[in-house]
């Protein structure tokens, strides 16, 4: 069956490319010349937008997309300069970073943590993108957090919530705007005692995976500092589409508040369910029963319809906020797409700027110049007030808002009414918190 | 050589050529130029051909020679990762004993899942494979993951903290993976006139091994045990009616080829520390019929190509953007352009499934044996041109 005749040529042969084979290895010994990764050289500087385009989340990355054109748009100097007016850094001159135009290149999460890193490293690799921004899963924020921590690039998280990604996975080289399941609690637990009062027994359905426990966690935490009761948490597994199971024992529980930590599509379900089981017209306990969606989007009130009256729910920000920054952002947006952006949009309309602006006022594209100008930074005028970009864990702190669904939309978009907009003071943390001890931030990495 | 016939050590030296070469041959056009978004030749995108590839070749081992259909071999792909991240926690960053861990465990798992779906063959082996790595998705992403027994960190994937033991990391080596002190990532860069060529340590490292498994494939499918489970695809029940066990060919051939998953799962892992359970999905094992299916089922090289041509489109197709279109036909009128741009903008960005879609339809209906049959036809048409002779043509089926 085999052949084996060696002659002298093909012994050489062989030998060539076996040697070549082996000699390949040390050439890998040279480095680059550049100070840091993908120092930008040319006129312009490109930055990577990841967002989820395709899979279950494909709405808030393609809305994250649209204001992250916008954001570029901005710093280039063209439209109307949105938050570059309202910005209280003046860094910015709309001349795009450092006098160099801001160009980008996309890449789809797919929400997944593999596709996101695959997407990233392209962007990195291949496009030579400076800092990566979007995503709308904690997961991939994770998963792509780590991975410019590695390769020496800056990334801005977008959409992620769970405690973890500025908790036990922080890393220098990246920075969260979003709020996370602490500050949803925090906010959202006197607001729930001043509505439905402070004897209340809680039953919790949560999607099984890491930010269900998280906030699961938070909320479970944050209400029975209150005085509340915990009747019960069920886990749900991510891929369910139907809750009727779940919500059926909530009945029999003596439970007079479901809490659904649930997002996207699984709370659209588990919400249309509960509904659909009468839960909202029942009396236990003597009190009317209530049903607490933490995390809100305009996107899930969206699909959620006529069902999310009067749930209540917090988010990191609402397109119907009146302050300047919030103004100024809707009005380009709006005027560019017809619609007012999401929470998530106005997430990385942010980051972009905020990232801009940090570079600007380092004077270097350079990451720990960013991560140090990031650090313990204090601004306004973007929309959500007040900010402070803490240097401990990277995380942002600001006002977080409490929303209810509106009982009378007036129209498609004005499906959340916002309740209360908590102060910041209320939300804050000690880094070294139980939920969020047990990762370090490491050093800022710049690569090669 | 090496007990290859002519035919065999030809295709191999063509695959170790190709391979070697990948860094310029996958960069075709200089940079800076519009055609740049075509370019191949990074890193992270050559070492996911050669990885995918991997994953492929062993899978036609087990679907292209027995005719068994897995539809769950992400599940051993997923186990190597695993296995080979909690190596990095647990020895030290070097990537050999992580492959070997990786190829281990997923042998062990796949006898594990093989002993007891190989009592049934065609539409029920597929099913009960499926349930089988749809079941390890599902305790890889919720059930191995709480905070009690964390196996696989859930839905955030595993990866390496600081404070991990590592106890055999020494303070010089790189705090990456690497092999006795080559970092996967160190990348030396040649710039050639306009164009610039990227050599991967990693990328090396996964080509070297894609070869020597390469021509393990060849071997067992040019021996007397691939002759058994050729036979075996013909017709099993005529076999088991000579009174010859066929179980425990089917079960090597399908530990053999969970075995090459796991080396790939390991690779991966092995260029990027970090290992999630989207891995195990069943989109990715389905993934692995698509691609051994549109290069070839039962050729040598066919899966490869498949693999390739899938992580192309994944990679280069989603990445088109409406400014690159318009970019591209910013030559046209304006109205002529934005129609452009509309026509095609459903095809790229997050359109690509679709284009990867109808080709997948395309090569099934029109080249049944995939690509590996488009090349052939495409040979015959060239050399019938030239010397207008009729030759043999086909290479000889696997099946």
New interface residues.
């Given amino acids: 069956?085999?052949?084996?005749d060696?002659t002298r040529r093909?012994v050489l042969k062989?030998g060539a490319?076996a040697g070549?084979?082996l000699a390949?290895?040390t050439?890998?010994?040279?480095?680059?010349a550049s100070a840091f990764t993908n120092e930008p050289t040319g006129s312009n500087v490109i930055l990577g937008f990841n967002v989820p385009?395709?899979g279950p989340y494909?709405e808030e990355g393609n809305d994250e997309l649209l204001a992250q054109q916008l954001a570029v748009e901005h710093l280039n100097g063209e439209g109307d300069g949105g938050c570059l007016n309202t910005f209280t850094s003046k860094a910015l001159k709309g001349n795009g970073i450092l006098g160099k135009k801001v160009e980008?290149?996309?890449?789809?999460t797919q929400t997944?943590?593999?596709?996101a890193?695959?997407?990233a490293?392209?962007?990195i690799?291949?496009d030579g993108a400076v800092m990566i921004n979007g995503g709308s899963?904690?997961?991939v924020a994770?998963?792509v957090q780590?991975?410019c921590q590695?390769?020496g690039v800056i990334f801005m998280a977008g959409l992620t919530h769970a405690n973890?990604t500025t908790g036990?996975?922080k890393k220098a080289n990246g920075f969260r705007h979003f709020f996370n399941a602490y500050m949803s609690g925090a906010a959202l637990a006197p607001v729930l005692a001043a509505e439905m009062g402070k004897e209340r027994r809680a039953y919790h359905l949560t999607a099984?995976?890491?930010?269900g426990?998280t906030q699961e966690e938070s909320i479970v935490a944050s209400t029975e500092a209150l005085g509340w009761e915990t009747v019960n948490t069920v886990?749900t597994?991510?891929a369910s589409t139907d809750f009727s199971s779940y919500i059926a024992p909530v009945l029999n529980s003596g439970a007079d508040v479901l809490v659904l930590n649930h997002y996207g599509g699984n709370m659209v379900n588990s919400l249309t369910n509960a509904i659909q089981f009468g839960l909202l017209d029942k009396v236990a306990n003597g009190k009317d029963f209530k049903i607490v969606v933490p995390l809100y989007s305009e996107l899930m009130a969206a699909g959620a319809g006529e069902n999310i009256k009067g749930v209540l729910g917090s988010m990191n920000w609402n397109w119907q906020l009146q302050d300047e920054g919030t103004k100024a952002f809707v009005k380009s947006f709006g005027e560019k797409y017809e619609k007012p952006p999401s929470n998530s949009a106005q997430t990385c309309y942010a980051q972009v700027l905020l990232y801009a602006d940090a570079v600007e006022r380092a004077g270097t594209f350079n990451p720990c110049g960013v991560v140090e100008a990031l650090e313990d930074f204090e601004f306004d005028g973007l929309g959500n007030g007040p900010t402070w970009y803490r240097g401990a864990d990277h995380q942002c702190f600001k006002d977080v808002l409490v929303v209810r669904g509106n009982e009378n939309p007036t129209n498609a978009y004005d499906t959340l009414e916002i309740v209360e907009i908590t102060p910041r003071a209320q939300v804050e943390y000690d880094p070294e918190h139980p939920m969020f001890a047990g990762?370090?931030l490491?050093e800022c990495n710049p690569g090669s | 050589m090496l007990g290859l016939n002519k035919k065999d050590t030809s295709l191999l030296l063509i695959v170790a050529v190709l391979t070697l070469l990948a860094p310029f041959i996958l960069n075709p056009f200089p940079e800076g130029s519009a055609m740049a978004q075509f370019n191949a030749g990074y890193p992270d995108l050559m070492q996911r051909f050669v990885i995918f590839g991997i994953f492929a070749i062993g899978f036609n081992i087990l679907f292209g020679l027995t005719g068994y259909l897995s539809f769950g071999h992400a599940a051993f792909l997923g186990v190597g990762s695993y296995a080979a991240v909690w190596m990095f926690k647990l020895i030290s960053y070097n990537v050999i004993p992580a492959i070997l861990l990786s190829v281990v465990v997923a042998g062990l798992f796949s006898l594990l899942i093989g002993f007891i779906s190989l009592r049934r063959s065609g539409i029920y082996f597929s099913i009960l494979t499926l349930a089988f790595a749809q079941m390890s998705f599902a305790l890889a992403y919720s059930v191995l993951s709480n905070p009690k027994f964390n196996l696989t960190n859930g839905e955030t994937g595993l990866q390496v903290y600081a404070d991990d033991p590592q106890w055999f990391h020494r303070a010089n080596a790189p705090d990456l993976p690497h092999l006795f002190g080559v970092s996967m990532r160190s990348t030396y860069t040649m710039d050639v006139g306009g164009w610039s060529f990227d050599f991967n340590a990693g990328y090396y490292l996964c080509a070297v091994i894609m070869m020597v498994v390469f021509y393990l494939a060849i071997r067992i499918f040019r021996s007397p045990f691939g002759m058994m489970l050729r036979a075996v695809k013909s017709n099993q029940q005529r076999m088991n009616y000579t009174g010859l066990n066929s179980r425990p060919y089917t079960l090597a051939a399908f530990v053999i080829s969970g075995m090459y998953a796991g080396l790939a799962g390991g690779l991966m892992a092995a260029m990027d520390p970090l290992a999630g359970a989207e891995r195990m999905q069943w989109t990715a094992s389905g993934e692995v019929v698509l691609m051994t299916i549109l290069g070839g089922t039962g050729t040598l090289i066919g899966p490869v190509l498949g693999a390739g041509f899938i992580k192309y489109f994944e990679n280069i197709f989603s990445k088109i953007n409406d400014n690159v279109l318009h970019s591209w036909f910013a030559f046209l009128p304006d109205g002529m352009e934005d129609f452009m741009v509309f026509i095609i903008h459903p095809f790229i960005g997050k359109g690509w499934h679709l284009t990867l879609g109808l080709l997948f339809m395309l090569v099934v209906i029109f080249l049944p044996g995939g690509l590996v049959e488009g090349g052939q036809k495409l040979l015959n048409w060239v050399r019938g041109k030239r010397k207008d002779k009729k030759t043999s043509g086909k290479t000889e089926p696997a099946e």
């Fill in positions: 069956m085999s052949k084996n060696v093909r062989t490319v070549a084979g390949m290895p050439v890998f010994t040279a480095q680059s385009q395709t494909a980008f290149v996309t890449g789809d997944k943590s593999d596709a890193r695959a997407s490293k392209s962007m690799e291949k899963s904690s997961g994770v998963a780590g991975l590695e390769a973890d036990k996975d099984d995976y890491n930010w426990w886990k597994p991510l990762g370090s490491g």
